[in-house]
Structures are given as structure tokens and as C-alpha cells.
T-cell receptor
Framework: GAVVSQHPSRVICKSGTSVKIECRSL??????MFWYRQFPKKSLMLMAT?????????EQGVEKDKFLINHASLTLSTLTVTSAHPEDSSFYIC????????????FGDGTRLSIL | GQQLNQSPQSMFIQEGEDVSMNCTSS?????WLWYKQDPGEGPVLLIA?????ELTSNGRLTAQFGITRKDSFLNISASIPSDVGIYFC????????????????FGTGTLLAVQP
């Protein structure tokens, strides 16, 4: 079945560091990928829609300069949390949609980001 | 961001019992999805519903797409310990082809605990 790989699974770093998270579709091509943020015991909140070859579309209230998204190929989208601070600590999850299928989005296993 | 109302918030049941949870929205959706999320992992798709009134089963799980397109429910029959987790509904405006209408709006989640 369709697999979405997210890397790293966990990262701990100091305040002020920029952190890059990768989302790869392993056996399908994805013109659209989605980035979510999930706080403990809360639901998934869509941050942005990543579009291959064009700018990402950000949800209201999400700072585009803080959360940089790049979708340079049909199998890879990256989310960079710039100058991360403790309040950016969260579980970040990506999903991808197979452009040749009418199936729903496939989710990665998430990245636990902890900023000290 | 927008979220769907999901109830109950949590359920603590005995193994073998049946479970029912539902999701309501003030907006119409063309697709309803049900996911299960284990701790530290991404959501896994359980059932997808594409047509108002549709009733779909996946093993012990049954879900229905409300006739008004503003609600959906999920039933789990004869629960077992591995059913433990958080269940999320998600509404999607589109039908899985093209564009921003593939955005998912998630419900608030139902935590299910099953006692052996």
C-alpha cells in the first residue's frame, strides 16, 4: 500500500535552532502534501498545503516565515521550523495524496519536536 | 482553525462491548473519513465514505455518512483490547481529485479505553 515516510521521528534541539522535517511519498507521486500540527491530547490542525512546484498555501494564523515549506519534487516536501522556540514544540504530521488515485491522503508517522 | 464536534470525548468500556461515536459539522462535506491514531504515530485510515446515506463496514467497524452530509457515525462491535486509541473523524469538501478541496478538517477525537 501507499507509504509516507517522515524524518526525523524525533528531534530535540536548543532554542533558536532551525529544524527541517522531511515528508516523502515512497511509492507514489504527490502533487499535494499537507502539514499538520498536533498538541498533546488534541486533534490535528492543518497548518499548510504544500503544492509541488509552487508556493504553499497557509492556513489562517500560521506564520509562513516561521514555517517554511518547500515541495521541490513529486515525492518530497520539507517543513522548516525557523528559529524554533519552546512554544514550537509539538507533534508535526504530514500527509500526501497520490495524484493518480482517488484514495484519501496517506499519513506519515509524525515528528516529535522538542525545543529546550 | 476549524474543527468538527466529535462525541463522546472519551469512553471506558469492557472488552466485548459495542462502541458508538459520532461527528457533527455546521458545514456540508462530500467525504467523511474515520481514522485511528495510536500514541506517537500518525493516523491510520479506517473507513472512507463518499455518498450521503452510505453505510460501510470494515470488519467490526461500521460507519455511516449522514443524509444531511453534516454528520457521520462510527460503530465498533465486540471491542477488543487492541481497539484502544484515539479515533478521529475528518470531513473533506472534495471527492479526492485536485485542489484545496482535498483539505481535511478533523474532529476533536474520541479516546477509547478497553478493559480486558
Amino acid at each position: 500500500g501507499a507509504v509516507v515516510s517522515q524524518h526525523p521521528s524525533r528531534v530535540i534541539c536548543k532554542s533558536g535552532t532551525s529544524v527541517k522535517i522531511e515528508c516523502r511519498s515512497l511509492d507514489f507521486q504527490a502533487t499535494t502534501m499537507f502539514w499538520y500540527r498536533q498538541f498533546p491530547k488534541k486533534s490535528l490542525m492543518l497548518m499548510a498545503t504544500s503544492n509541488e512546484g509552487s508556493k504553499a498555501t497557509y492556513e489562517q494564523g500560521v506564520e509562513k516565515d516561521k514555517f517554511l515549506i518547500n515541495h521541490a519534487s513529486l515525492t518530497l516536501s520539507t517543513l522548516t521550523v525557523t528559529s524554533a522556540h519552546p512554544e514550537d514544540s509539538s507533534f508535526y504530521i504530514c500527509s500526501a495524496r497520490d495524484r493518480q488515485s482517488n484514495q484519501p491522503q496517506h499519513f506519515g508517522d509524525g515528528t516529535r519536536l522538542s525545543i529546550l | 482553525g476549524q474543527q468538527l464536534n466529535q462525541s463522546p470525548q472519551s469512553m471506558f468500556i469492557q472488552e466485548g462491548e459495542d462502541v458508538s461515536m459520532n461527528c457533527t459539522s455546521s458545514s456540508i462535506f462530500n467525504t467523511w473519513l474515520w481514522y485511528k491514531q495510536d500514541p506517537g504515530e500518525g493516523p491510520v485510515l479506517l473507513i472512507a465514505l463518499y455518498k450521503a446515506g452510505e453505510l460501510t463496514s470494515n470488519g467490526r467497524l461500521t460507519a455511516q455518512f449522514g443524509i444531511t452530509r453534516k454528520d457521520s457515525f462510527l460503530n465498533i462491535s465486540a471491542s477488543i483490547p487492541s481497539d484502544v486509541g484515539i479515533y478521529f473523524c475528518a470531513g473533506q469538501l472534495g471527492l479526492n481529485y485536485g485542489g484545496a478541496t482535498n483539505k481535511l478538517i478533523f474532529g476533536t477525537g474520541t479516546l477509547l479505553a478497553v478493559q480486558p
